[in-house]
């Protein structure tokens, strides 16, 4: 079945530091990958999705290159700050599981000043 | 204004009671889902809807029951409860039901099972 493995958190960095949290997938099928930020008592948001291979997603300084060979997704940021502190989900949909999406485990950042 | 609506936001409750969680999304969207996510499992599926017809069920217990009565509403009653079901349970919608749409999420209803 369909699976997603990230980084283990925390990851605890400095501000202005750069950012990369590895995602790995599996799935026989060829899916949209999401990236999806969770803040403290709030649901998840998308914070960019890419449907295709070979091409990147973006979004407030976060980017994620969707690389069918070597089934990753990772999610990188030049300069991290205090406000990104939260909890970071990769996740993917397929046509061969109703469309439903699998969410990794998440990777909590702490970004201090 | 929020745009998904879920309620209560917190909810304590006995084992073997019955509960439902209420869902409301005013984006205009035809398809909704429910999450749960605990310790145990971040973000766990459990339901898709799309205009009011079941078409995912990942839920192995049956004491859970989405029930549609608009197309912008998707409540989860949540029957014979048990310690183990404590969880915050997340509404999402999308646009469409497909692999590609972009779900929103609900601020959660945190569950506490005594």
């Known amino acids: 079945g369909d699976s997603v493995t990230q980084t283990e958190g925390p990851v605890t960095l400095s501000e202005g530091t750069s950012l990369t949290v590895n995602c790995s997938y599996e799935?026989?099928?060829?899916?949209?990958l999401f990236w999806y930020v969770q803040y403290p008592g709030e649901g998840p948001q998308l914070l960019f999705k890419?449907?295709?291979?070979?091409e990147k997603g973006s979004s407030r300084g976060f980017e994620a290159t969707y690389n069918k060979e070597a089934t990753s997704f990772h999610l990188q940021k030049a300069s991290v700050q205090e406000s990104d502190s939260a909890v970071y989900y990769c996740?993917?949909?397929?046509?061969?599981?109703?469309?439903?999406?699998?969410f990794g485990d998440g990777t909590q950042l702490v970004v201090k000043p | 204004d929020p745009k998904i609506i879920q309620k209560p936001k917190y909810l304590v409750a006995v084992t073997g009671s019955e509960k439902i969680l209420i869902c409301e999304q005013y984006?205009?969207?035809?398809?909704m889902y429910w999450y749960r996510q605990s310790a145990k499992k971040p973000l766990e599926f459990m339901f898709s809807?799309?205009?009011?017809?079941?078409?995912d069920n990942q839920t192995a217990s049956s004491r859970f029951q989405p029930q549609s009565s608009k197309k912008n509403h998707l409540d989860l009653q949540i029957t014979a409860l048990k310690p183990d079901d404590s969880a915050t349970y997340f509404c999402?919608?999308?646009?469409?039901?497909?692999?590609?749409?972009?779900?929103?999420f609900g601020p959660g209803t945190r569950l506490t099972v005594l």
């Open positions: 999402a919608s999308s646009h469409d039901w497909g692999f590609y749409a972009e779900q929103f």
């Open positions: 799935t026989k099928q060829y899916p949209t």
């Open positions: 984006l205009g969207h035809n398809a």
């Open positions: 890419v449907p295709k291979a070979n």
């Open positions: 809807y799309s205009y009011q017809k079941l078409m």
């Open positions: 996740a993917l949909s397929d046509r061969d599981n109703n469309n439903r999406i699998f």
